[in-house]
């Protein structure tokens, strides 16, 4: 599974209550479409127009405006809301039954009805075509789907899961129609057929053009009369002068760190506007525990206690992020700080010294911090840099750094080649089990070979199982503390997420929330 990322995205999180009924935040969207249409530039590029297959963030940027989910995560909030549903509840006090009933006439962009058989189907197919870069790794839970009439959907779970509606509220629960899409192959024409408040009307490589879906019944009250989204393919300069020169009316997505940060400093003066959102995007260094270096727990435990995010926030990331001391993020639920606790924040080459030492490591640790270009954050080569210059000053450390393309960088952490490194995480939905299932549980996105009993027949059974969200709390805690002394993965930072627009856009403090979710719909041009 590759991990989905983006760069500068602190959360909140509501429990997840066991049962979402009419009312909550539902109502008529506006599909009108009023004012001036939108043109956003960003440096990535959108993968994939298929939701079987897309597990990128500008993937689910196009399918959170184009496809519909049962639920929605509403702006500023954590909690899912009824979106294509009218309600939706467990029906079981174990957490594994979940049954949603749908709106009335509901329709899809060209006209046809959707129905819970296209609910239906669009699950059964995420799972049976099982694409290695799409989100059918987020419901190994899902058993089956049940249609009893034409509104009506349930969900049988093979385990509890109470984070069940979070994942249907996310950019992997996009119901498609089930006449223009094949059950057992992905679409292949770079079209897409959603009922979201927006159509996706043709797609390059250098632009995607959306009109607004006049057919869309649902949350989102729409404020502009269209989103043209241009493609910088990686280059920041071009996004960058694109914004000065008034090509684009807003940037999202690949600005440097230097260049928010240099903005932000002259903000308004150049009718420019830097808006700075709440994030849950996470960046770790990650050990390969059959490595015959990283795979020492001295190794590991020196690197926590050499390691100064403060100096990397500040050189590197000109405080566009903030240092992390957990696995779960600060404002997600469960959060606490485990690595804090274990390790301080300041360096110390002492506590690194005798950690060696107890391991029986005696002189200069040779290591290689492995990368990949662009993948995690444009600055994260100058930090894996910056970290290895940490190391080797202590003296303890002979480190350097080396890149790959990020194909083969996948294929060589798969095959155990390298011993450290970099991992970038957004979560799919706001809850601390996602930011630590994925990574501790059964199959192991990471591919770092860490096991702990504890952790995935205990911890992670007994967090996924409990509706109330804020019960979870000591056992995420636990989770976390046997990782900070486990030492699996060491966490760096966790970001902030900006846009930055030309004056007279608005909207963008509703779009860069916790939830990841771009509201097209939030975005006017006065």
Same mark, same amino acid.
């Given at each position: 599974?590759?991990?989905?990322?983006?760069?500068?995205?602190?959360?909140?999180?509501?429990?997840?209550?066991?049962?979402?009924?009419?009312?909550?935040?539902?109502?008529?969207?506006?599909?009108?479409?009023?004012?001036?249409?939108?043109?956003?530039?960003?440096?990535?590029?959108?993968?994939?127009?298929?939701?079987?297959?897309?597990?990128?963030?500008?993937?689910?940027?196009?399918?959170?405006?184009?496809?519909?989910?049962?639920?929605?995560?509403?702006?500023?909030?954590?909690?899912?809301?009824?979106?294509?549903?009218?309600?939706?509840?467990?029906?079981?006090?174990?957490?594994?039954?979940?049954?949603?009933?749908?709106?009335?006439?509901?329709?899809?962009?060209?006209?046809?009805?959707?129905?819970?058989?296209?609910?239906?189907?669009?699950?059964?197919?995420?799972?049976?075509?099982?694409?290695?870069?799409?989100?059918?790794?987020?419901?190994?839970?899902?058993?089956?789907?049940?249609?009893?009439?034409?509104?009506?959907?349930?969900?049988?779970?093979?385990?509890?899961?109470?984070?069940?509606?979070?994942?249907?509220?996310?950019?992997?629960?996009?119901?498609?129609?089930?006449?223009?899409?094949?059950?057992?192959?992905?679409?292949?024409?770079?079209?897409?057929?959603?009922?979201?408040?927006?159509?996706?009307?043709?797609?390059?490589?250098?632009?995607?053009?959306?009109?607004?879906?006049?057919?869309?019944?649902?949350?989102?009250?729409?404020?502009?009369?269209?989103?043209?989204?241009?493609?910088?393919?990686?280059?920041?300069?071009?996004?960058?002068?694109?914004?000065?020169?008034?090509?684009?009316?807003?940037?999202?997505?690949?600005?440097?760190?230097?260049?928010?940060?240099?903005?932000?400093?002259?903000?308004?003066?150049?009718?420019?506007?830097?808006?700075?959102?709440?994030?849950?995007?996470?960046?770790?260094?990650?050990?390969?525990? =059959? *490595?015959?270096? /990283? +795979? !020492?727990? %001295? &190794?590991?435990?020196?690197?926590?206690?050499?390691?100064?995010? $403060? #100096?990397?926030?500040?050189?590197?990331?000109?405080?566009?992020?903030?240092?992390?001391?957990?696995?779960?993020?600060?404002?997600?639920?469960?959060?606490?700080?485990?690595?804090?606790?274990?390790?301080?924040?300041?360096?110390?080459?002492?506590?690194?010294?005798?950690?060696?030492?107890?391991?029986?490591?005696?002189?200069?640790?040779?290591?290689?911090?492995?990368?990949?270009?662009?993948?995690?954050?444009?600055?994260?080569?100058?930090?894996?840099?910056?970290?290895?210059?940490?190391?080797?000053?202590?003296?303890?450390?002979?480190?350097?750094?080396?890149?790959?393309?990020?194909?083969?960088?996948? =294929? *060589?952490?798969? /095959? +155990? !080649?390298? %011993? &450290?490194?970099?991992?970038?995480?957004?979560?799919?939905?706001? $809850? #601390?089990?996602?930011?630590?299932?994925?990574?501790?549980?059964?199959?192991?996105?990471?591919?770092?070979?860490?096991?702990?009993?504890?952790?995935?027949?205990?911890?992670?059974?007994?967090?996924?199982?409990?509706?109330?969200?804020?019960?979870?709390?000591?056992?995420?805690?636990?989770?976390?503390?046997?990782?900070?002394?486990?030492?699996?993965?060491?966490?760096?930072?966790?970001?902030?997420?900006?846009?930055?627009?030309?004056?007279?856009?608005?909207?963008?403090?509703?779009?860069?929330?916790?939830?990841?979710?771009?509201?097209?719909?939030?975005?006017?041009?006065?």
């Amino acid at each position: 599974m590759n991990m989905r990322y983006q760069w500068p995205v602190l959360p909140i999180v509501a429990g997840l209550a066991s049962g979402l009924l009419t009312g909550c935040g539902t109502g008529s969207g506006d599909s009108g479409g009023t004012g001036s249409s939108v043109v956003m530039g960003m440096s990535d590029d959108v993968l994939a127009t298929d939701p079987a297959s897309g597990y990128d963030p500008g993937s689910w940027l196009l399918f959170d405006n184009v496809f519909q989910s049962l639920l929605s995560f509403p702006k500023g909030g954590t909690e899912p809301q009824p979106e294509l549903a009218r309600k939706c509840t467990f029906t079981d006090s174990r957490a594994m039954v979940y049954r949603c009933e749908l709106k009335d006439g509901l329709k899809f962009s060209n006209g046809d009805a959707l129905t819970s058989q296209d609910v239906k189907f669009s699950f059964d197919r995420m799972l049976k075509i099982n694409d290695a870069s799409g989100p059918a790794i987020m419901f190994p839970m899902l058993g089956s789907v049940d249609t009893p009439d034409a509104k009506k959907v349930v969900f049988h779970l093979k385990v509890p899961d109470a984070t069940f509606p979070g994942k249907l509220a996310s950019g992997a629960g996009s119901i498609v129609d089930h006449r223009q899409y094949d059950a057992d192959g992905l679409r292949k024409d770079g079209k897409a057929v959603g009922s979201g408040p927006y159509k996706l009307d043709s797609l390059d490589k250098d632009q995607a053009v959306f009109s607004v879906n006049a057919d869309y019944k649902g949350t989102a009250k729409v404020k502009n009369s269209g989103i043209t989204l241009k493609f910088f393919h990686g280059d920041r300069a071009a996004l960058k002068q694109a914004l000065l020169d008034g090509n684009v009316d807003l940037a999202y997505r690949g600005l440097s760190a230097s260049d928010v940060a240099g903005l932000d400093q002259q903000d308004g003066s150049k009718g420019i506007d830097v808006i700075e959102g709440t994030s849950a995007e996470v960046q770790h260094l990650v050990f390969n525990m =059959k *490595d015959p270096i /990283a +795979g !020492k727990l %001295g &190794v590991r435990k020196a690197m926590a206690y050499l390691l100064d995010r $403060d #100096a990397l926030i500040k050189n590197v990331y000109q405080g566009t992020a903030t240092p992390l001391y957990s696995i779960v993020p600060a404002g997600i639920a469960g959060h606490n700080t485990a690595f804090f606790d274990t390790y301080g924040a300041r360096p110390s080459q002492t506590k690194a010294a005798a950690a060696l030492h107890a391991d029986g490591i005696t002189g200069r640790v040779k290591l290689t911090l492995w990368s990949t270009p662009s993948r995690y954050g444009p600055a994260t080569g100058e930090e894996l840099k910056a970290i290895a210059g940490q190391l080797n000053a202590s003296g303890l450390f002979d480190a350097d750094v080396r890149s790959v393309a990020f194909d083969q960088y996948e =294929k *060589d952490i798969a /095959a +155990g !080649k390298y %011993g &450290v490194y970099v991992k970038g995480w957004v979560p799919d939905y706001p $809850d #601390a089990d996602n930011f630590t299932a994925p990574f501790f549980g059964k199959g192991n996105v990471l591919d770092n070979n860490y096991r702990n009993g504890t952790i995935t027949g205990t911890l992670i059974p007994h967090t996924a199982a409990q509706s109330d969200r804020g019960a979870t709390d000591q056992d995420f805690g636990r989770l976390q503390d046997i990782v900070a002394d486990e030492l699996p993965v060491l966490p760096v930072w966790q970001a902030k997420q900006y846009a930055v627009t030309r004056d007279g856009v608005y909207g963008l403090e509703y779009c860069l929330d916790a939830s990841t979710v771009f509201r097209f719909w939030e975005l006017s041009k006065g």
